[in-house]
C-alpha cells in the first residue's frame, strides 16, 4: 500500500525568503503525486502533480515541485515566500491504477512579514 | 463551471443518530472520493466510487457507506453515531480516476 510522510509538522519562513515542504512517498509501481493547500475553513486547492514526464512541475501560485525517483521524494518549493501562503499543505500520492489517494499529515507553513 | 459542493455545511447529532450527506461533482466528473478529516488522524480515505460503483473502500468499520448516482452525485451515510466521528467531511471528484482531485468545502459533523 502508498503511503507519505511530512516529516516537518510545521515550517516557519520569512516573507521574501525561499520555502521548502518536504515529501517523501512510498508506493508500488509508478507513483502519481500532488500537493494540496488548505486555507482556514476551507476545502483543499489542488496546486501541481507529477504524472511522468519533466521531474521539475511548476503549479499554481508560484508553487514548483521536484520529482526525486532514487529519493523518493516531491518536495514543494516556491522561491520568495508571501504572507498569503500561510496555509496547511498535504502531499498526495497514488499508485497508477488505483484511486486510493493517501495524504500526508500536512505541514503548517507560517510566512512572517 | 461550478465547483465541488456539499450539503450541509454544519451538522450537530447526538450519538446513536445516523447522518447523510450529499456531494454532488463537478459537471462532467464521474470519480468522487471520500475523506475524513480530523485534527488527530488527517485525512482518512474513506472511499471512492466511480460510475456508481464503489471501487475502493478505506480502513473505516461498516457504520460508513455510500453511493453514487447515475448523475455522479454521491452520498455518504454515518449510522449510530458516536463521539469520535466528530470530523469534517471532504467530498472530491476528479475527471477520470488517474486525474487531480477537486474538493467541496466539506461538512463540519458534531456528534454530541
Not at chain 2, 450539503?7 to 470519480?31: A, D, E, F, N
Request: aromatic share 12%; proline share 5%.
Amino acid at each position: 500500500a502508498q503511503s507519505v510522510a511530512q516529516p516537518e509538522d510545521q515550517v516557519n519562513v520569512a516573507e521574501g525568503n525561499p520555502l521548502t515542504v518536504k515529501c517523501t512517498y512510498s508506493v508500488s509501481g509508478n507513483p502519481y503525486l500532488f500537493w494540496y493547500v488548505q486555507y482556514p475553513n476551507r476545502g483543499l486547492q489542488f496546486l501541481l502533480k507529477y504524472i511522468t514526464g519533466d521531474n521539475l512541475v511548476k503549479g499554481s501560485y508560484g508553487f514548483e515541485a521536484e520529482f526525486n525517483k532514487s529519493q523518493t521524494s516531491f518536495h514543494l518549493k516556491k522561491p520568495s515566500a508571501l504572507v498569503s501562503d500561510s496555509a496547511l499543505y498535504f502531499c498526495a500520492v497514488r499508485a497508477f491504477n488505483n484511486n486510493d489517494m493517501r495524504f500526508g499529515a500536512g505541514t503548517r507553513l507560517t510566512v512572517k512579514p | 463551471k461550478a465547483g465541488v459542493t456539499q450539503t450541509p455545511r454544519y451538522l450537530i447529532k447526538t450519538r446513536g443518530q445516523q447522518v447523510t450527506l450529499s456531494c454532488s461533482p463537478i459537471s462532467g466528473h464521474r470519480s468522487v472520493s471520500w475523506y475524513q478529516q480530523t485534527p488527530g488522524q488527517g485525512l482518512q480515505f474513506l472511499f471512492e466510487y466511480f460510475s456508481e460503483t464503489q471501487r475502493n473502500k478505506g480502513n473505516f468499520p461498516g457504520r460508513f457507506s455510500g453511493r453514487q448516482f447515475s448523475n455522479s452525485r454521491s452520498e455518504m451515510n454515518v449510522s449510530t453515531l458516536e463521539l469520535g466521528d466528530s470530523a469534517l467531511y471532504l467530498c472530491a471528484s476528479s475527471l477520470h480516476r488517474n486525474n487531480e482531485q477537486f474538493f467541496g468545502p466539506g461538512t463540519r459533523l458534531t456528534v454530541l
